[in-house]
């Protein structure tokens, strides 16, 4: 048949992958080193911030979004720039000030997710058809660090329930796993640890339905900058902040417990569930009190609330399960 | 800041203490100006930070962070000097420095300690007792920290001459211990998989090695001669 719809060909499926990225850092890095070098001469510094690559790509382009009742009220929202420049994205260095620094290379387009495991039939979602899906909704959460320090975080995204339903799972499907993007030669600085890359998160699967549990496209109603997780990233705000896997490639139906970064790192120091609960202690950290990012030393201590002050959404989804066993 | 003790009790040999006198006044009061300045140094940028409200994100996290690694870095300076002086006698007046840099060591662990006494803990006895059961980093780091004081109250010269230099040398072989301490302190800190303090425990690795490698030579040198 001549006439018809199109198929859906992703832009990532047009050239293999090595080969545009490779002729994409290389044309992009001598382009805007050339601009770059022009414009600096001509002493105008902010040009030359903007066109350089580290800016170039899409974060801080604005959103469209629309209010969500699920957003939480009542808290005074960390800053943008620390929330931008206070990261853990250890593929881009492991001090806090790293991937913001480092970041800039992370190939946000052309970006598609694939789809694979338990379900209907495997598929591929681009990002653009992802933006669209659904309104994105402009939704403030608390966000709790494993490390016990904490911010106030006004995503822009739509339920991953949303999401999950075009995946059409499989009814055998019990687990949802999470792959992170991971190319050495951008994220250099992964081999500094002996952590097993890429990244690696999970969520049952009710969990991953409950709709707080947010697919996340930007913040502070811009596109996430790239240490923040673009292009696509996951905010489970009833969890410790690990489980949020970043940069999300790839998304997998399982009937068991997939694989987790950290739980394989230090299983008896990060669990599965890992859910926010200052009862548990960490081998670590006291999880019964929290810093709050952006506030001056000595008032930055708060107490930490039971998943994270959301059990009210969340709770449910634990009756009868021992949280100290099941941390 | 002279301290006539230093001298007999750091080394045998009449050769540095010719050496030691040797070393000009005005040269040596720059140089102990200098580092007294480079010692408090981070503590400057500490309280300039907590004046100006620039210490970062994390202020709690960035004063941990500032103090214990200034007090590693102070250590390993200090472990660093008798090897420095055995290999190369010329710089002998090194150890007119040890002192200040061992003193600066504590002093930073003090603040290091304070800072998770009243930051972390706010100041409530239950919860650092609970820690230092609980969480093997912190035993390792206030064990560190006891191993320092005695070191410290023991560093004027009333006190070497009162101890002899003997017993006192004894007594500061504790310094080993404690660095070690502390870079364990340091691992068990970040998380597994994290390799930050590497480099740290790569430069206390050789200077700890330097000691019996040095003494091993002299023995070679001495069946020679």
Avoid at chain 2, 109 to 130: K, R
Wanted: glycine share 6%; charged share 20%.
């Amino acid at each position: 048949m001549l006439i018809g719809k199109p198929p859906e060909i992703p832009s990532s499926a047009i050239t293999p992958k090595d080969q545009y990225l490779n002729r994409r850092r290389f044309l992009r890095g001598a382009a805007s080193t050339a601009v770059a070098a022009g414009a600096a001469a001509l002493g105008a510094e902010r040009l030359a911030e903007v066109l350089s690559p580290r800016t170039a790509a899409l974060a801080g382009t604005r959103l469209e979004t629309v209010k969500s009742p699920l957003t939480t009220t009542g808290e005074e929202l960390t800053s943008m720039k620390d929330v931008t420049t206070y990261n853990n994205f250890y593929e881009f260095g492991v001090d806090k000030g790293q991937p913001s620094q480092n970041a800039g290379d992370l190939p946000t387009r052309p970006w598609a997710i694939r789809v694979d495991g338990m379900v209907k039939k495997p598929r591929t979602f681009d990002i653009e058809a992802l933006l669209k899906l659904r309104p994105l909704e402009d939704r403030v959460y608390r966000h709790r660090c494993v490390e016990a320090w904490s911010m106030v975080i006004p995503w822009v995204g739509y339920s991953l329930s949303e999401f999950i339903n075009q995946c059409e799972p499989l009814s055998s499907a019990k687990y949802v796993q999470f792959l992170s993007y991971y190319d050495k030669r951008v994220e250099k600085w992964a081999s500094e640890t002996t952590i097993y890359w890429p990244y690696s998160e999970g969520l049952r699967m009710d969990e991953a339905m409950n709709p707080l549990a947010l697919l996340t496209f930007g913040l502070y109603g811009e596109v996430l900058p790239n240490q923040n997780g673009a292009p696509v990233r996951l905010v489970v705000p009833w969890k410790y902040g690990f489980k949020s896997a970043k940069s999300i490639v790839a998304v997998r139906f399982l009937d068991r417990i997939p694989p987790t970064t950290w739980n394989d790192q230090a299983p008896n120091e990060y669990g599965f569930y890992s859910n926010v609960n200052p009862n548990v202690d960490h081998p670590r950290w006291s999880q019964r009190t929290e810093r709050r990012i952006g506030q001056p030393f000595y008032a930055q201590r708060r107490t930490t609330l039971m998943f994270n002050g959301y059990g009210n959404q969340v709770a449910s989804l634990y009756n009868g399960m021992d949280l100290r066993k099941f941390f | 800041m002279g301290h006539p003790g230093g001298a007999s009790v750091n080394s045998g040999n009449p050769a540095n203490s010719v050496l030691l006198e040797t070393m000009k006044r005005p040269t040596l009061l720059l140089l102990k100006t200098l580092t007294w300045l480079a010692c408090l140094w981070p503590l400057g940028l500490l309280v300039w930070g907590a004046v100006t409200n620039t210490l970062g994100a994390d202020p709690t996290a960035a004063i941990t962070f500032c103090t214990g690694l200034a007090t590693l870095r102070l250590l390993t300076i200090s472990l660093a000097i008798t090897p420095l002086r055995r290999l190369f006698p010329r710089f002998s007046w090194l150890i007119k420095f040890r002192r200040l840099l061992g003193l600066f060591a504590f002093f930073y662990a003090s603040l290091h300690l304070l800072t998770y006494v009243a930051l972390y803990a706010g100041f409530n006895v239950n919860a650092m007792a609970a820690d230092i059961a609980r969480r093997r980093f912190i035993t390792i780091g206030v064990a560190a920290w006891l191993l320092l004081l005695p070191l410290a109250a023991t560093s004027t010269n009333w006190a070497i001459r009162k101890l002899g230099g003997k017993r006192w040398n004894r007594l500061h072989k504790l310094v080993y211990v404690a660095a070690v301490f502390g870079v364990i302190h340091y691992w068990w800190q970040v998380k597994p998989g994290v390799l930050t303090p590497i480099t740290m425990t790569v430069i206390l690795g050789v200077l700890l090695l330097a000691r019996p490698l040095l003494d091993w030579r002299q023995r070679l040198r001495m069946r020679a001669a």
